[in-house]
């Protein structure tokens, strides 16, 4: 206990020192103060607005995995800490969804809800892995329709009450804890999400598959934790690169798995081993969804471009006399990788205060494997 109030009065030293200095303001002893008493009482202490914003802000530019990093400044940063009811905080979600839709001019935006009390269960707890997910629904052979990416978590939304239409595209429901009552499960009105038809600028055959994706990534099950204070509810989203839809949601074998299928109306032979049948598919997929994304005028950004934003970014800090950390695997695209410039780089991989850590599902909260894992891995944060 001693020892846990010293490390988080160590923590906020540390983050309360880089933001005055940052910032260049004075009056940083007081402060710190100020810090310490409120902790040595209450075994935490509260953020005031600007040092929430430079925290959440500065914990994405310290996202080692992150390629977007150049706009951490541009960070819209949503205060909702105030804030207990599941309703609110689910009417606090659509409004983020509004806000960083922007009808398809995508705003990088966090929410961020209550912060976690000392040895207590956290407050607000948001179960998905992301705000708008396609369900996995596992049929009784074994097929999954949807994503199956997502099985686990559509099993704990059935299991709460939850249906479903049984589509490839069936958005999960929201589902919010307050305190420690049962979660309530909420649908996102089909006006909040805006999603867009895959089709291809030749092949009229793509648009019959039936593809279609949405339009923002909004991260939920990450902990924002700036100077030692933890935030478990803090939703995120940036733009999509086109890759992570098209190569992976898309391509990857062990989610939509659509590379033999789009071969196959190609007119190649999926069954000969060395045509570069995937490659060819995967290019004709990342070309329908950029096309369909840029049409319907929904912010994305292609990889080449995205590798040359990252590197102007590591510029940019090191003329700030800062280090960039990055996770060199996750900033590689997964496609046409050695065409861009980050494939030739190297990074020192270090994680740094603020940043984003992942928890383990709310569900499995006591699961002794998920711990020991999340123990292991430095990206991971337990209390
Ligand atoms: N890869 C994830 C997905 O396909 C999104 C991760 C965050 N991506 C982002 N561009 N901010 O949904």
Known sequence: MIASVDKLITQAEEFITLYYREKGLTGVEKRLDEVRKEVAFTETYTHTYDELEFGAKVAWRNSNRCIGRLFWKTLKVIDKR??????????????????????GKIRSTITIFKA?????????????????????????????IGDPALVEFTQVCKKLGWKGQSTAFDVLPVVIQAGESTPNLY??????????????????WFRVLGLRWHAVPIISNMVLEIGGVHYNAAPFNGWYMLNEIASRNFGDATRYNMLPTIAQNMGLDIQA??????????????????????????????????SDQFMHFVDTE????REVNADWAWITPPFSASATQVFHQEWPNKVVSPNFYYDFPAWQKNGSLALQQAKKCPFHIYD
Do not use: M
């Open 273 to 306: 081993k060395h045509s570069l049948w995937q490659d060819r598919a995967l290019l004709e997929l990342n070309e329908a969804v950029l096309y369909s994304y840029k049409k319907s005028g929904v912010s994305l950004v292609d990889h080449h471009t995205a």
């Open 116 to 144: 976690n009390p000392k040895n207590q269960p956290p407050k607000v707890r948001i179960w998905n892995p992301q705000l708008i997910r396609y369900a996995g629904h596992q049929q009784p052979g074994g097929a999954i």
């Open 187 to 204: 649908s996102i009105p089909a006006s909040h999400i805006l999603e867009i038809p895959i089709e291809h600028p030749k092949f009229t």
């Open 318 to 321: 090191n003329k700030q006399g």
């Open 82 to 103: 105030c804030l207990s009811t599941s309703d609110e905080v689910f009417e606090a979600l659509l409004n983020h969804i509004g806000y960083a839709s922007n009808e």
